[in-house]
């Protein structure tokens, strides 16, 4: 069953998160693929996160087809224009690529490529309002397309600080979903508590919440997620936990396990995200039980 089908069937559907390579050997993310096909829903392809030049996700997306996984694309607009981002879609669509994820455009301060100029020519909100155009069969010109693709429409939910950014992020969402978004990806879980709070207040934006799961890979990075973002719910005990364990690399995977075992309960759906640890993935799921 694909995707669209089990999110709309109400069914938990599985997300992995993969990067294209910086370059062209794809190998690596062919293999990675091969690993969870059948485990997962679909593979989510993120197009150059953090400013990283990388082959494009739609290049990724359609090596995830030709290998029998189901894809989500990233599109944002931070590289590319209103006409760019409307002919990038329908290239998808012709190519089989029916699930795209518009999400935040991270700034150009850590990229790779300092020197590169961000377009931000729309906005997330136009971008979800673009494709649902797009679905409807016009562009953003106004002019009739000739013939009309079906995409499945995600966004984001940012991370946020306090309760009065999650507010104001709940009132991005609510428009988003208004404009036609059919699902949402929210940040990374550590506290299944502080998440079944976090569920109860998107319940009103009436569309599938898939959180995600991030892998922890080493004692430093948790410290570094607990002190420079204090609100991501990491607690002091989950970093004893991880310090005390003789396989620290295990601990981080029994953590990401138990957690989507966790999320399972409250949620429709879950986003593993390792970071180029995409060789986990499958010890993740079996630490889980799925």
């Known amino acids: 069953m694909s995707f669209q089908k089990r999110l709309f069937a109400q069914e938990f559907v599985v997300l992995a998160e993969m990067h294209t390579p910086k370059g062209v050997n794809i190998t690596r993310l062919v293999n990675d693929a091969r690993r969870i096909k059948g485990r997962v829903d679909a593979v989510v392809i993120p197009d150059m996160d953090n400013g990283i030049m990388r082959m494009s996700a739609l290049a990724g997306g359609a090596l995830m087809l030709q290998h029998g996984v189901e894809p989500i694309i990233h599109l944002y607009a931070r590289d590319r224009n209103r006409m760019a981002l409307q002919g990038d879609a329908l290239a998808a669509h012709v190519m089989g690529i029916s699930n795209l994820l518009v999400t935040h455009s991270e700034g150009m301060d ?29 562009d953003m010109g106004g002019f009739e397309l000739d013939g009309t693709p079906d995409f499945t429409v995600g966004c984001t939910i940012g991370s946020f600080g ?29 506290d299944l508590e502080k998440f079944q709070s976090f569920m109860a207040k998107v319940k009103p934006l009436s569309v599938p919440v898939i959180p995600t799961v991030f892998l922890i890979k080493s004692l430093a990075i948790a410290q570094y997620i607990a002190a420079s973002e204090p609100e991501a719910g990491i607690s002091n005990e989950l970093i004893r936990r991880i310090r005390k364990s003789s396989d620290r690399e295990l601990e981080g995977i029994k953590i990401a396990g138990e957690t989507l075992a966790g999320v399972r309960e409250m949620a429709q759906g879950v986003m593993l995200q390792t970071l180029g640890w995409e060789h986990k993935l499958v010890d993740i799921l079996d630490a889980a039980g799925m």
Do not use: W
């Not at 990229?111 to 409807?136: C, P, T």
């Not at 009065?164 to 404009?179: F, M, P, R, S, Y």
């Open 110 to 138: 850590q990229s790779d490529h300092r020197e590169a100029k961000e377009v931000f020519d729309i906005d997330e909100l136009e971008l979800v309002q673009a494709l649902n155009g797009l679905n409807q069969g016009k």
């Open 162 to 190: 306090d309760e009065a950014a999650l507010d104001q992020e709940l009132i991005a969402a609510q428009a988003k979903v208004e404009a036609g978004a059919r699902f949402i990806i929210s940040p990374p879980v550590f």
